[in-house]
C-alpha cells in the first residue's frame, strides 16, 4: 500500500517536471520554465542583458545565446526565448556558446564608450563584470565610437547617457509594461538606435527609479545618487520603505553614514522589486541639515525656543505632563501621531499613554484616515488576494498618488491577468483607465451609492441617480461585475472634504449585501497600519482589542489602564481648541499640515496647556510646541513595521541619526522614567517580545520567525498558518540589488493561500464579519470567546448609518481634496529632488463650471467656504463632474485645509474670478 | 537555349494599359476564379492549393498550401495578410503586379481568405510605391462597390474586409513578423521564432497567414485551370512559372516570367527573350541569384536550373527572384561595401549582432576603400562575419573543397544579420586578391 502510495507520487512527480540536461547534468524544470531561469536555479548563471523575470522577455541582447539541441542536433539559441522541453540539452559551456557569446560582448563593447571611472555603475555593472571575466583585454575596434550629447536629462530625477546604452529595452520594456507610462522609447533605427522621450514629453512617471535600478550599464543614472557614492564604499541592510504603508522591501544603502541609496528587493507577496520614486530617494531627507538635532525647551514666558539637554528637556516635559495630570486630570492628555515609527516606537508610545499618563486620548491617524476600529476590525485582504479577486472594488483615494507600488500591482493584475476592477470616486482617478466600470458621486454621498449598487432591494429607477451622478444603467452594469466572483475592497477616504463616516457606512452596507467581502485599507502614512495594531486609536488596545475587552488581560502587565475611551484626532483638536486638553503630545505628529481643518488645528495649538512634540523636523506645529525632543528617522532605527496588509517586517539602522536624536520608543522609555515609572524594556528586541506575549494578533510572530527567511517577505499578523514551502528562491537578476541576493536564498509562506482572512476560514455570513482570533491551543478557532484569558481580536459591526445625503446646495460646488504623490509632507519638503515636483494647489474644475465665469485654465480664482477664502489658479478638468471642484491635498501654500469644517458633511465651495476675462468673440452681445 | 515555351500566367496584363481598372479586368477573365472557388467548399479550395505545390515567392519559398494547413483548427479571427514590402535590392516583381493588375491580387486574396477563413485580411503595400497604392486603392474600392469584396459576396453569404496599409520606408518590414509588428503599430522589428510563427501567434497574437504579392497573383490561374496543371509546369520539385527580376550588366534588364526548373541562369542571361546577353559583350564575374541577401555564384554556376534546391546545394539561395549580374568591370570591394551599406542603414537595431556587427563591417569595409584598409582586416571582416552567422558559411564548390549549402545560421532574430555577411564573406571567398590591392595600393583596377 505504502509502496503503490510511493510509486503514485513519484508518477505523479514525473508529469510535473521535465528532464534537461544542462552541462552535462540532468535537472528538473517547470514546464514552461525558461532555460535562461532553470539553469539560475541550478546554479548555471547565463549571462544576460535584457532578460528581467518581472518583465515579458524579447531576445534582444543575445548575451545568453547558448547552444540547445532540442533533439535536431544543437543550435545556437537565446535561453532567455527556449522554454524548457523534455530531453532538451543545453551546452552553456560549449566552443561554440563560448565563441557567440564573446561576440555579442564585443559587439556591446564596440560603441562603449569604456567610462567606467566616472560610471556610477562601476564596480556593480554587468556589462564590466561580463568583460572583466569573459571579455578580450583588447579592442579590435579602430573606428569612431558611435557619439551622442551625454548625459541628458529624462525627467527631473533621471539622466539618461546613450553612450552607454546597450539596447536592451528593459527600462522601455518597464514603462510601458509595468508602469503604464510608455514616456520612453526606442528611436531612430540600427546603428542609431537610440532611447530617448517624446519631443517635449518627459519621463515623468512616478516609477522612473526603476529604470535606473534595472539598467544593466550606466546609462540611466538617478540624479539623487549620481556621483554620490562608489558602489564598492556602499554599506547595506535589508530593510522596509516606509515612505507609504505598502512596505515594499528594500536595500537601504550608505556611505560615510549618509544614506546614499535605496534600492527595492524581490518578494512576490508585495512589490517584486519596483518602487515608487518617492518611496525611492525620500531618503534624502534623513540626512537634511533641517534635521532636529538636539532637544529644544521654550522657557516660561520665553518666545523662542532654545537647545537644552536631555535632561533638562525631559524634565521640562515631565512636568509639563505632571501638571496637566495632576491639575486637570489625566483625560486632559491626549496623545496625536506615532504612525510614522516602528510598530515597537507606537508600542512604547501606546503603553506609555495608557500607564503613566492614564489618557485613551491617543490617535495615530489625523482625521485623515478611517476609523481605527474598521481599519482592525474588518476581515483583511492581502495585496495578493486583491489582485487575484474576480472583481476589485476600489472605494477609496487614487491609489497611484497614495500607494504607487499597489498600483503597480492592481494595474497588473487587470492588464496582464483579466482582473476585473470596479471604481467608485468623486473625480477621476490614475485607476480609472483600468477600471471596467467607474462611477462618479457627489462628495457625501457614497453610501447611496453603494447601496444601489449591492442592495438588490433597493430598486435603482431608470431615470435615477444613485450617489448623484452615475446612471441607472451604469449602476446596474457595475452591480453585476461585483456579484461576479471573489471581492475585495479597497477601503480608504476619497477625499478629506468630507468626514469617513460616508464611507465607513458604505462598507457596513457591502458587508451586510455581500458579507465574503474582504478588505484592503488604504491608508498612506508609513506605519498606520502598525500604529494601530499597537493601540494608537481611542479605545483600542495593542493586538487589536477593545479597551474594555483588552483590560483585564493587559492589567497583568500594565499598570492602570484609563477608565473609559479617549477621543480620537478630531476630538482631540476639537478639545484643545476648547482649552480642554493641559497637555497635547505630538509624535511625529503635523496637525497644521496633516489635519483637514487647519483653522481648527491652529486653535489647538493655542488652546492646549503644555505642548510636547517628538519630531525629525521643527514642523509648523512642533515650532509651536513646549518641548520639541529630536527623533531618530527611517534608516537610524531598527525594529518592524506593519503594512495595509498587517505584513509585519523588519527595519534595520544603516546611520547614526544627527546630533542626540533618538528613537522614539528610547524617548517613551525615557519619559517613563522622568515620570517616576518604567515601561519594562531596553531594547527593540523586548518591546517586541512583550508585543508578540501580549498582542493577540501577534501572538506566535516572534522575533526569531522575522528574522528567519520566511519573515523576509513579511509576515501577515493575525494568520496563524504553518510554513508552507515552496519553490526556490526568487529569480532576480544579479544586476538589480547587489548584495542581496544571498538573503533572498530562502524558502518561503504561500501567503496567498492563507492570509486573506475570510477566505481561508469563511466566516458565518449571519454574523456579519469575523476576525477569528489566534488560537495558541491550535483547536479549530472559529469561535469568537477568549483563549486562555487572551481576549478575541475585535470584530467591526457596522453602527447606524449617519442618515441620507447632505441637501443640494445648487449654487455651490462640492469641493473633493486628495493627495498627490508628491506634496508639502515634511520628507518629501526636505528631500531636494522631490520637493519641487510638488504640483501646487490648483483647482480642477469642470470646463462647463468654469465657463461661466468666463475663464479658463490658468485664471486666479477665489475660493470661498464658510470656513475660508483661498486664491487658486483654476483648470479645466473634464475629470471632475460638474458640481465638484478638485484640489491636491497639502500642497505648499494655502490649499484645501484653509476651507475645510471637520464638523460639515461637505465642503461646499462658491468661485469668483478676480482673472479678468478674456474677451472672446460671441460674448458681450446683448442680442 | 532552352526557352520554355509555358505560357505566362500573371504577367499577361501587364502590356494592357486598362489591366488595373475593374473593367479591364473584367474583359480578360477577372473575379471568375472567385466565383468558381465560392461554389466550392474552403477544403476544396485548400486541396487545389496544395496540389498546385505553390511555392512562396517571397525569398524562403515555403509552399502556400502547406502554409495555410499550419492555422491552429477552430482558433478564430484568423487574419491574412498580403505582404508587398518589396524591398531586397534587385527586386522588382511584385511591384508590377501591384501596379498593373491590381485586381489580380485582390482577386488571390479573395480566394486565399475564403480557403483559410479568414474575415479580414490586410495588404501592406511598401512606402514608397506611390502608384501601386493608388492603383491598390482604386482597385479595392472598386472591388468593394461591385461586390466582390464586403459583406456578402457575390451573395454567397461569405463577407470578408480588406483593409490597405501603407509601409513607411523600413526593409525590415519585409521580414513577416516585423510586418505584423508595424501593422500593430509598433516600431518594425522582427519577432523571434519561436514562439512567434505567424501562423500560430500572429497579428494581434492571432493566427494570421502572411503571404507574397506575386504568390497570391498565382491563385486566381490555380483556381481556374486547375492545382494540377500548375503542378505540371516547371519539373517535379520547382514548379509553375515565376517572375524574375534581371539587372545589372545584361543588355535587356527587366521582370521575366520563366518556367521554373527548366530554365536556367544562363538562359535568363542569354536568351534574346530574357537578358539578351551581357553587355557589350563582357565577360560574367559573379552574380546575385536571389536578391541581396543571397551569397553570390559565379560563372561555374550559370547552367544550374531555377530550382530552390540545386541553388541551395550549390551555398546560395533563389530568394526573392532577383538576379543581379556583374561583369568583369565590377569592383568586388566596392559592389560588396554598396550591399553591407544597404543592409547596415536598415538593420533595425533590435539585436546586438545585426545593429554593432553590421555597421561595424560596413565601417571596414569603408576604410578598406578609402585605402586605409590593413591586410589583417580581411580575417577580422571574417570573424566579425562569423560572430553574426556562425559556422562555414555557405558557398558554392571550389578546387577540391565542398560546397556549403544553404541557409546560413545566426546569432541574430532574423536573417537580415546574416545578410550583411553574405556579400563580405562570398567577395572575400572568391577575390581576396582584389582586397590585396585595395589594401597595399590604396585603390583600385577598376576604375
Not at chain 1, 493577540?696 to 504553518?722: K, W, Y
Given at each position: 500500500?505504502?509502496?503503490?502510495?510511493q510509486?503514485?507520487?513519484?508518477?505523479e512527480?514525473e508529469?510535473?517536471?521535465?528532464?534537461?540536461?544542462?552541462?552535462?547534468?540532468?535537472?528538473?524544470?517547470?514546464?514552461?520554465?525558461?532555460?535562461?531561469?532553470?539553469?539560475?536555479?541550478?546554479?548555471t548563471?547565463?549571462?544576460r542583458?535584457?532578460?528581467?523575470?518581472?518583465?515579458?522577455?524579447?531576445?534582444?541582447?543575445?548575451?545568453?545565446i547558448v547552444?540547445?539541441?532540442?533533439?535536431?542536433?544543437?543550435?545556437?539559441?537565446?535561453?532567455?526565448?527556449?522554454?524548457?522541453?523534455?530531453?532538451?540539452?543545453?551546452?552553456?559551456?560549449?566552443?561554440?556558446?563560448?565563441?557567440?557569446?564573446d561576440?555579442?560582448?564585443?559587439?556591446?563593447?564596440?560603441?562603449?564608450?569604456l567610462?567606467?571611472?566616472?560610471?556610477?555603475?562601476?564596480?556593480?555593472?554587468?556589462?564590466?563584470?561580463?568583460?572583466?571575466?569573459?571579455g578580450?583585454?583588447?579592442s579590435?575596434?579602430?573606428?569612431?565610437k558611435?557619439h551622442?550629447?551625454?548625459?541628458?536629462?529624462i525627467?527631473?530625477?533621471?539622466?539618461?547617457?546613450?553612450?552607454?546604452?546597450?539596447?536592451?529595452?528593459?527600462?522601455?520594456?518597464?514603462?510601458?509594461?509595468?508602469?503604464?507610462?510608455?514616456?520612453?522609447?526606442?528611436?531612430?533605427?540600427?546603428?542609431?538606435?537610440?532611447?530617448?522621450?517624446?519631443?517635449?514629453?518627459?519621463?515623468?512617471?512616478?516609477?522612473?527609479?526603476?529604470?535606473?535600478?534595472?539598467?544593466?550599464?550606466?546609462?540611466?543614472?538617478?540624479?539623487?545618487?549620481?556621483?554620490?557614492?562608489?558602489?564598492?564604499?556602499?554599506?547595506?541592510?535589508?530593510s522596509?520603505?516606509t515612505?507609504?504603508?505598502?512596505?515594499?522591501?528594500?536595500?537601504?544603502?550608505?556611505?560615510?553614514?549618509?544614506?546614499?541609496?535605496?534600492?527595492?528587493v524581490?518578494?512576490d507577496?508585495?512589490?517584486?522589486?519596483?518602487?515608487?520614486?518617492?518611496?525611492?530617494f525620500?531618503?534624502?531627507?534623513?540626512?537634511?541639515?533641517d534635521?532636529?538635532?538636539?532637544?529644544?525647551?521654550?522657557?516660561?514666558?520665553?518666545e523662542?525656543?532654545?537647545?537644552?539637554?536631555?535632561?533638562?528637556?525631559?524634565?521640562?516635559?515631565?512636568?509639563?505632563?505632571?501638571?496637566?495630570?495632576?491639575?486637570?486630570?489625566?483625560?486632559?492628555?491626549?496623545?496625536?501621531?506615532?504612525?510614522?515609527?516602528?510598530?515597537e516606537?507606537?508600542?512604547?508610545?501606546?503603553?506609555?499613554?495608557?500607564?503613566l499618563?492614564?489618557?485613551?486620548?491617543?490617535?495615530?491617524?489625523?482625521g485623515?484616515?478611517?476609523?481605527?476600529?474598521?481599519?482592525?476590525?474588518?476581515?483583511?485582504?492581502?495585496?495578493?488576494?486583491?489582485?487575484?479577486?474576480?472583481?476589485?472594488?476600489?472605494?477609496?483615494?487614487?491609489?497611484?498618488?497614495?500607494?504607487?507600488?499597489?498600483?503597480?500591482?492592481?494595474?497588473?493584475?487587470?492588464?496582464?491577468?483579466?482582473?476585473?476592477?470596479?471604481?467608485?470616486?468623486?473625480?477621476?482617478?490614475?485607476?480609472?483607465?483600468?477600471?471596467?466600470?467607474?462611477?462618479?458621486?457627489?462628495?457625501?454621498?457614497?453610501?447611496?451609492?453603494?447601496?444601489?449598487?449591492?442592495?438588490e432591494?433597493?430598486?435603482?429607477?431608470?431615470?435615477?441617480?444613485?450617489?448623484g451622478?452615475a446612471?441607472?444603467?451604469a449602476v446596474?452594469?457595475?452591480?453585476?461585475?461585483?456579484?461576479?466572483?471573489?471581492?475585495?475592497?479597497?477601503?480608504?477616504?476619497?477625499?478629506?472634504?468630507e468626514?469617513?463616516?460616508?464611507?465607513?457606512?458604505?462598507?457596513?452596507?457591502?458587508?451586510?449585501?455581500?458579507?465574503?467581502?474582504?478588505?484592503?485599507?488604504v491608508?498612506?502614512r508609513?506605519?498606520?497600519?502598525?500604529?494601530?495594531?499597537?493601540?494608537?486609536?481611542?479605545?483600542?488596545?495593542?493586538?487589536?482589542?477593545?479597551?474594555?475587552?483588552?483590560?483585564?488581560?493587559?492589567?497583568r502587565?500594565?499598570?492602570?489602564?484609563?477608565?473609559?475611551?479617549?477621543?480620537?484626532?478630531?476630538?482631540?483638536?476639537?478639545?484643545?481648541?476648547?482649552?480642554?486638553?493641559?497637555?497635547?503630545?505630538?509624535?511625529?505628529?503635523?496637525?497644521?499640515?496633516?489635519?483637514?481643518?487647519?483653522e481648527?488645528?491652529?486653535?489647538?495649538?493655542?488652546?492646549?496647556?503644555?505642548?510636547?512634540?517628538?519630531?525629525?523636523?521643527?514642523?509648523?506645529?512642533?515650532?509651536?510646541?513646549d518641548?520639541?525632543?529630536?527623533?531618530?528617522?527611517?534608516?537610524e532605527?531598527?525594529g518592524?513595521t506593519?503594512?495595509?496588509?498587517?505584513?509585519v517586517?523588519?527595519?534595520?539602522?544603516?546611520?547614526?541619526?544627527?546630533?542626540?536624536?533618538?528613537?522614539?520608543?528610547?524617548?517613551a522609555?525615557?519619559?517613563?522614567?522622568?515620570?517616576?515609572?518604567?515601561?519594562?524594556?531596553?531594547s527593540?528586541?523586548?518591546?517586541?517580545?512583550?508585543?508578540?506575549?501580549?498582542?493577540?494578533?501577534?501572538?506566535?510572530?516572534?522575533?526569531?520567525?522575522?528574522?528567519?527567511?520566511?519573515?523576509?517577505?513579511?509576515?501577515?499578523?493575525?494568520?496563524?498558518?504553518?510554513?508552507?514551502?515552496?519553490?526556490?528562491?526568487?529569480?532576480?537578476a544579479?544586476?538589480?540589488?547587489?548584495?542581496?541576493?544571498?538573503?533572498?536564498a530562502?524558502?518561503?509562506?504561500?501567503?496567498?493561500?492563507?492570509?486573506?482572512?475570510?477566505?481561508?476560514?469563511?466566516?458565518?455570513?449571519?454574523?456579519?464579519?469575523?476576525?477569528?482570533?489566534?488560537?495558541?491551543?491550535?483547536?479549530?478557532?472559529?469561535?469568537?470567546?477568549?483563549?486562555?484569558?487572551?481576549?478575541?481580536?475585535?470584530?467591526?459591526?457596522p453602527?447606524?448609518?449617519?442618515?441620507?445625503?447632505?441637501?443640494?446646495?445648487?449654487?455651490?460646488?462640492?469641493?473633493?481634496?486628495?493627495?498627490?504623490?508628491?506634496?508639502?509632507?515634511?520628507?518629501?519638503?526636505?528631500?531636494?529632488?522631490?520637493?519641487?515636483?510638488?504640483?501646487?494647489?490648483?483647482?480642477?474644475?469642470?470646463?462647463?463650471?468654469?465657463?461661466?465665469?468666463?475663464?479658463?485654465?490658468?485664471?486666479?480664482?477665489?475660493?470661498?467656504?464658510?470656513?475660508?477664502?483661498?486664491?487658486?489658479?483654476?483648470?479645466?478638468?473634464?475629470?471632475?463632474?460638474?458640481?465638484?471642484?478638485?484640489?491636491?491635498?497639502?500642497?505648499?501654500?494655502p490649499?484645501?485645509?484653509?476651507?475645510?469644517?471637520?464638523?460639515?458633511?461637505?465642503?461646499?465651495?462658491r468661485?469668483?474670478?478676480l482673472?479678468?476675462?478674456?474677451?472672446?468673440?460671441?460674448?458681450?452681445?446683448?442680442? | 537555349?532552352?526557352?520554355?515555351?509555358?505560357?505566362?500566367?500573371?504577367?499577361?496584363?501587364?502590356d494592357?494599359?486598362?489591366?488595373?481598372?475593374?473593367?479591364?479586368y473584367?474583359?480578360t477573365?477577372g473575379?471568375?476564379?472567385?466565383?468558381?472557388?465560392?461554389?466550392?467548399?474552403?477544403?476544396q479550395?485548400?486541396?487545389?492549393?496544395?496540389?498546385?505545390?505553390?511555392?512562396?515567392?517571397?525569398?524562403?519559398?515555403?509552399?502556400?498550401?502547406?502554409?495555410?494547413?499550419?492555422?491552429?483548427?477552430?482558433?478564430?479571427?484568423r487574419?491574412?495578410?498580403?505582404?508587398?514590402?518589396?524591398?531586397?535590392?534587385?527586386?522588382?516583381?511584385?511591384?508590377?503586379?501591384?501596379?498593373?493588375?491590381?485586381?489580380?491580387?485582390?482577386?488571390?486574396?479573395?480566394?486565399?481568405?475564403?480557403?483559410?477563413?479568414?474575415?479580414?485580411?490586410?495588404?501592406y503595400?511598401?512606402g514608397e510605391?506611390?502608384?501601386?497604392?493608388?492603383?491598390?486603392?482604386?482597385?479595392?474600392?472598386?472591388?468593394?462597390?461591385?461586390?466582390?469584396?464586403?459583406?456578402?459576396?457575390?451573395?454567397?453569404?461569405?463577407?470578408?474586409?480588406?483593409v490597405?496599409?501603407?509601409?513607411?520606408?523600413?526593409?525590415?518590414?519585409?521580414?513577416?513578423?516585423?510586418?505584423?509588428?508595424?501593422?500593430?503599430?509598433?516600431?518594425?522589428?522582427?519577432?523571434?521564432?519561436?514562439?512567434?510563427?505567424?501562423?500560430a501567434?500572429?497579428?494581434?497574437?492571432?493566427?494570421?497567414?502572411?503571404?507574397?504579392?506575386?504568390t497570391?497573383?498565382?491563385?486566381?490561374?490555380?483556381?481556374?485551370?486547375?492545382?494540377?496543371?500548375?503542378?505540371?509546369?516547371?519539373t517535379?520539385k520547382?514548379?509553375?512559372?515565376?517572375?524574375?527580376?534581371?539587372?545589372?550588366?545584361?543588355?535587356?534588364?527587366g521582370?521575366?516570367?520563366?518556367?521554373?526548373?527548366?530554365?536556367?541562369?544562363?538562359?535568363?542571361?542569354?536568351?534574346?527573350?530574357?537578358?539578351?546577353?551581357?553587355?557589350?559583350?563582357?565577360?560574367?564575374k559573379a552574380f546575385?541569384?536571389?536578391?541581396?541577401?543571397?551569397?553570390?555564384?559565379?560563372?561555374?554556376?550559370?547552367d544550374?536550373?531555377?530550382?530552390?534546391?540545386?541553388?541551395?546545394?550549390?551555398?546560395s539561395?533563389?530568394?526573392?527572384?532577383?538576379?543581379?549580374i556583374?561583369?568583369?568591370?565590377?569592383?568586388?570591394?566596392?559592389a560588396?561595401?554598396?550591399?553591407?551599406?544597404?543592409?547596415?542603414?536598415?538593420?533595425?537595431?533590435?539585436?546586438?549582432?545585426?545593429?554593432?556587427?553590421?555597421?561595424?563591417?560596413?565601417?571596414?569595409?569603408?576604410r578598406?576603400?578609402?585605402?586605409?584598409?590593413?591586410?589583417?582586416?580581411?580575417?577580422?571582416?571574417?570573424?566579425?562575419?562569423?560572430?553574426?552567422?556562425?559556422?562555414?558559411?555557405?558557398?558554392?564548390?571550389?578546387?577540391?573543397?565542398?560546397?556549403?549549402?544553404f541557409?546560413?545560421?545566426?546569432?541574430?532574430?532574423?536573417?537580415?544579420?546574416?545578410?550583411?555577411?553574405?556579400?563580405?564573406?562570398?567577395s572575400?571567398?572568391?577575390?581576396?586578391?582584389?582586397?590585396?590591392?585595395?589594401?597595399?595600393e590604396?585603390?583600385?583596377?577598376?576604375?
Amino acid at each position: 500500500m505504502a509502496e503503490a502510495d510511493q510509486k503514485e507520487k513519484e508518477e505523479e512527480k514525473e508529469k510535473t517536471t521535465v528532464t534537461v540536461t544542462l552541462d552535462g547534468q540532468d535537472i528538473e524544470a517547470e514546464p514552461g520554465e525558461l532555460v535562461i531561469a532553470a539553469a539560475e536555479r541550478h546554479g548555471t548563471y547565463i549571462p544576460r542583458f535584457c532578460y528581467h523575470p518581472r518583465m515579458r522577455e524579447v531576445g534582444m541582447c543575445r548575451m545568453c545565446i547558448v547552444e540547445i539541441d532540442s533533439g535536431r542536433g544543437p543550435a545556437l539559441q537565446p535561453a532567455c526565448m527556449a522554454p524548457v522541453a523534455d530531453g532538451m540539452k543545453v551546452d552553456t559551456e560549449s566552443a561554440r556558446t563560448k565563441k557567440a557569446q564573446d561576440g555579442v560582448l564585443e559587439f556591446l563593447l564596440i560603441n562603449h564608450p569604456l567610462d567606467c571611472p566616472v560610471c556610477d555603475k562601476g564596480g556593480e555593472c554587468p556589462l564590466q563584470d561580463q568583460t572583466l571575466a569573459f571579455g578580450p583585454g583588447e579592442s579590435r575596434f579602430v573606428e569612431e565610437k558611435r557619439h551622442f550629447e551625454k548625459p541628458i536629462p529624462i525627467s527631473d530625477l533621471v539622466y539618461l547617457d546613450r553612450e552607454r546604452c546597450v539596447l536592451c529595452d528593459r527600462c522601455t520594456r518597464f514603462a510601458d509594461e509595468v508602469a503604464g507610462d510608455p514616456l520612453i522609447s526606442f528611436i531612430d533605427r540600427g546603428n542609431h538606435t537610440q532611447v530617448n522621450t517624446f519631443p517635449d514629453d518627459p519621463f515623468a512617471s512616478y516609477f522612473s527609479g526603476n529604470t535606473v535600478q534595472i539598467c544593466p550599464v550606466g546609462a540611466l543614472l538617478a540624479r539623487p545618487y549620481r556621483f554620490r557614492a562608489r558602489p564598492w564604499d556602499l554599506d547595506q541592510v535589508e530593510s522596509t520603505c516606509t515612505a507609504c504603508s505598502v512596505g515594499c522591501r528594500i536595500a537601504v544603502q550608505s556611505s560615510s553614514n549618509r544614506l546614499v541609496r535605496k534600492l527595492g528587493v524581490d518578494v512576490d507577496p508585495v512589490n517584486w522589486g519596483w518602487l515608487c520614486d518617492k518611496g525611492r530617494f525620500d531618503f534624502e531627507a534623513v540626512g537634511s541639515d533641517d534635521r532636529l538635532g538636539a532637544p529644544l525647551v521654550r522657557a516660561p514666558g520665553a518666545e523662542d525656543l532654545a537647545e537644552a539637554s536631555w535632561s533638562q528637556a525631559l524634565a521640562a516635559a515631565a512636568e509639563g505632563i505632571t501638571r496637566a495630570r495632576i491639575r486637570r486630570g489625566p483625560e486632559s492628555i491626549a496623545v496625536l501621531g506615532g504612525a510614522r515609527g516602528t510598530n515597537e516606537d507606537a508600542y512604547a508610545w501606546s503603553k506609555l499613554a495608557r500607564t503613566l499618563l492614564g489618557t485613551d486620548s491617543v490617535d495615530a491617524q489625523m482625521g485623515d484616515g478611517l476609523p481605527a476600529e474598521a481599519v482592525v476590525g474588518l476581515p483583511r485582504a492581502t495585496i495578493d488576494a486583491a489582485c487575484a479577486a474576480d472583481t476589485i472594488l476600489l472605494l477609496g483615494p487614487d491609489v497611484k498618488e497614495e500607494l504607487p507600488v499597489l498600483y503597480l500591482r492592481l494595474r497588473e493584475a487587470v492588464v496582464e491577468r483579466g482582473a476585473t476592477l470596479v471604481e467608485l470616486s468623486p473625480v477621476e482617478t490614475g485607476m480609472t483607465r483600468y477600471a471596467e466600470a467607474s462611477l462618479r458621486y457627489r462628495p457625501g454621498e457614497v453610501t447611496e451609492l453603494v447601496r444601489a449598487l449591492v442592495d438588490e432591494s433597493a430598486a435603482v429607477g431608470d431615470s435615477e441617480r444613485p450617489g448623484g451622478l452615475a446612471p441607472a444603467s451604469a449602476v446596474r452594469e457595475a452591480a453585476a461585475l461585483l456579484r461576479r466572483g471573489s471581492l475585495v475592497c479597497l477601503l480608504g477616504r476619497p477625499s478629506l472634504a468630507e468626514p469617513a463616516q460616508p464611507v465607513v457606512d458604505a462598507a457596513g452596507v457591502l458587508l451586510d449585501a455581500l458579507p465574503e467581502t474582504t478588505f484592503l485599507p488604504v491608508l498612506r502614512r508609513g506605519n498606520v497600519a502598525g500604529a494601530l495594531d499597537m493601540g494608537l486609536a481611542p479605545g483600542l488596545l495593542p493586538g487589536r482589542i477593545g479597551l474594555d475587552q483588552g483590560r483585564p488581560w493587559l492589567a497583568r502587565e500594565w499598570e492602570a489602564l484609563p477608565g473609559g475611551r479617549g477621543l480620537d484626532a478630531q476630538g482631540i483638536i476639537t478639545a484643545a481648541a476648547e482649552g480642554r486638553v493641559g497637555c497635547l503630545v505630538l509624535v511625529g505628529a503635523d496637525p497644521l499640515a496633516d489635519f483637514p481643518d487647519r483653522e481648527l488645528a491652529r486653535r489647538a495649538l493655542a488652546g492646549a496647556g503644555f505642548v510636547l512634540a517628538v519630531d525629525c523636523f521643527l514642523t509648523d506645529s512642533s515650532r509651536r510646541a513646549d518641548v520639541v525632543l529630536p527623533a531618530a528617522a527611517f534608516g537610524e532605527k531598527s525594529g518592524t513595521t506593519t503594512n495595509i496588509e498587517g505584513r509585519v517586517s523588519r527595519l534595520h539602522q544603516k546611520v547614526t541619526a544627527p546630533g542626540t536624536a533618538r528613537a522614539d520608543w528610547m524617548i517613551a522609555a525615557e519619559l517613563a522614567f522622568h515620570l517616576g515609572g518604567d515601561l519594562g524594556f531596553d531594547s527593540v528586541d523586548t518591546i517586541w517580545d512583550e508585543i508578540e506575549r501580549l498582542a493577540p494578533s501577534h501572538q506566535g510572530l516572534t522575533r526569531a520567525r522575522l528574522a528567519s527567511p520566511e519573515g523576509f517577505d513579511g509576515i501577515v499578523a493575525g494568520t496563524v498558518h504553518d510554513a508552507e514551502t515552496h519553490g526556490g528562491p526568487p529569480s532576480m537578476a544579479q544586476t538589480d540589488s547587489p548584495g542581496i541576493q544571498g538573503a533572498l536564498a530562502h524558502t518561503k509562506v504561500d501567503t496567498l493561500a492563507s492570509s486573506a482572512m475570510g477566505t481561508a476560514d469563511k466566516p458565518d455570513p449571519s454574523s456579519g464579519l469575523a476576525m477569528q482570533p489566534p488560537d495558541p491551543s491550535g483547536g479549530g478557532g472559529g469561535g469568537t470567546g477568549t483563549v486562555a484569558g487572551r481576549p478575541a481580536v475585535l470584530r467591526w459591526t457596522p453602527g447606524p448609518s449617519a442618515g441620507g445625503p447632505p441637501p443640494l446646495d445648487r449654487y455651490s460646488l462640492r469641493l473633493v481634496t486628495s493627495r498627490r504623490l508628491y506634496d508639502d509632507g515634511t520628507f518629501v519638503h526636505h528631500s531636494p529632488s522631490l520637493a519641487p515636483l510638488a504640483p501646487g494647489a490648483r483647482l480642477g474644475v469642470n470646463p462647463a463650471d468654469l465657463a461661466p465665469l468666463g475663464v479658463g485654465t490658468g485664471a486666479r480664482v477665489q475660493v470661498t467656504s464658510g470656513r475660508g477664502r483661498v486664491v487658486l489658479e483654476a483648470v479645466a478638468d473634464p475629470g471632475v463632474p460638474q458640481g465638484s471642484v478638485a484640489l491636491a491635498w497639502n500642497q505648499p501654500g494655502p490649499g484645501a485645509a484653509d476651507l475645510i469644517d471637520v464638523t460639515l458633511a461637505v465642503t461646499e465651495v462658491r468661485l469668483e474670478t478676480l482673472s479678468v476675462p478674456a474677451p472672446t468673440s460671441g460674448r458681450g452681445s446683448d442680442a | 537555349m532552352a526557352v520554355s515555351d509555358a505560357a505566362p500566367i500573371i504577367s499577361t496584363r501587364f502590356d494592357q494599359t486598362d489591366a488595373h481598372t475593374l473593367d479591364g479586368y473584367l474583359r480578360t477573365g477577372g473575379y471568375a476564379a472567385l466565383r468558381k472557388a465560392l461554389a466550392m467548399t474552403p477544403d476544396q479550395v485548400l486541396e487545389e492549393v496544395k496540389a498546385a505545390n505553390l511555392a512562396g515567392r517571397g525569398g524562403a519559398g515555403f509552399p502556400a498550401g502547406a502554409k495555410w494547413g499550419f492555422l491552429p483548427e477552430d482558433v478564430f479571427p484568423r487574419y491574412f495578410v498580403v505582404n508587398g514590402d518589396e524591398s531586397e535590392p534587385g527586386t522588382c516583381k511584385d511591384r508590377p503586379l501591384m501596379e498593373r493588375d491590381p485586381h489580380q491580387l485582390i482577386e488571390g486574396l479573395l480566394i486565399s481568405c475564403y480557403a483559410v477563413g479568414a474575415a479580414q485580411a490586410f495588404i501592406y503595400v511598401r512606402g514608397e510605391m506611390a502608384l501601386a497604392q493608388e492603383r491598390l486603392a482604386i482597385a479595392l474600392n472598386g472591388a468593394y462597390a461591385a461586390g466582390y469584396v464586403g459583406k456578402d459576396i457575390l451573395g454567397s453569404g461569405w463577407s470578408l474586409d480588406v483593409v490597405l496599409h501603407w509601409g513607411a520606408g523600413a526593409y525590415i518590414v519585409g521580414e513577416e513578423t516585423a510586418l505584423i509588428e508595424s501593422l500593430e503599430g509598433q516600431r518594425g522589428m522582427p519577432r523571434l521564432k519561436p514562439p512567434y510563427f505567424p501562423a500560430a501567434k500572429g497579428l494581434y497574437m492571432q493566427p494570421t497567414v502572411v503571404n507574397n504579392v506575386e504568390t497570391l497573383s498565382y491563385i486566381p490561374w490555380v483556381l481556374q485551370h486547375g492545382g494540377e496543371a500548375y503542378a505540371a509546369i516547371g519539373t517535379e520539385k520547382a514548379t509553375g512559372l515565376r517572375l524574375f527580376a534581371l539587372s545589372g550588366h545584361v543588355r535587356r534588364p527587366g521582370v521575366y516570367e520563366v518556367e521554373m526548373g527548366t530554365t536556367t541562369f544562363r538562359d535568363l542571361v542569354e536568351a534574346p527573350v530574357y537578358g539578351g546577353g551581357m553587355r557589350h559583350g563582357n565577360a560574367l564575374k559573379a552574380f546575385i541569384p536571389g536578391g541581396a541577401s543571397a551569397p553570390w555564384l559565379y560563372p561555374e554556376q550559370l547552367d544550374l536550373g531555377l530550382d530552390a534546391g540545386p541553388v541551395g546545394a550549390a551555398g546560395s539561395m533563389l530568394g526573392s527572384g532577383a538576379v543581379v549580374i556583374m561583369d568583369e568591370t565590377t569592383c568586388a570591394v566596392r559592389a560588396a561595401w554598396r550591399l553591407v551599406r544597404f543592409f547596415a542603414h536598415e538593420s533595425c537595431g533590435k539585436c546586438t549582432p545585426c545593429r554593432e556587427g553590421g555597421a561595424w563591417l560596413e565601417k571596414i569595409m569603408r576604410r578598406i576603400l578609402d585605402g586605409y584598409g590593413r591586410e589583417e582586416d580581411l580575417d577580422l571582416l571574417l570573424d566579425v562575419g562569423d560572430n553574426i552567422s556562425p559556422g562555414p558559411f555557405p558557398h558554392p564548390a571550389s578546387d577540391g573543397e565542398d560546397a556549403v549549402p544553404f541557409p546560413f545560421k545566426q546569432t541574430t532574430i532574423c536573417p537580415l544579420g546574416p545578410s550583411t555577411v553574405s556579400p563580405v564573406y562570398s567577395s572575400i571567398w572568391r577575390f581576396r586578391d582584389e582586397y590585396l590591392v585595395h589594401i597595399k595600393e590604396g585603390g583600385c583596377h577598376h576604375g
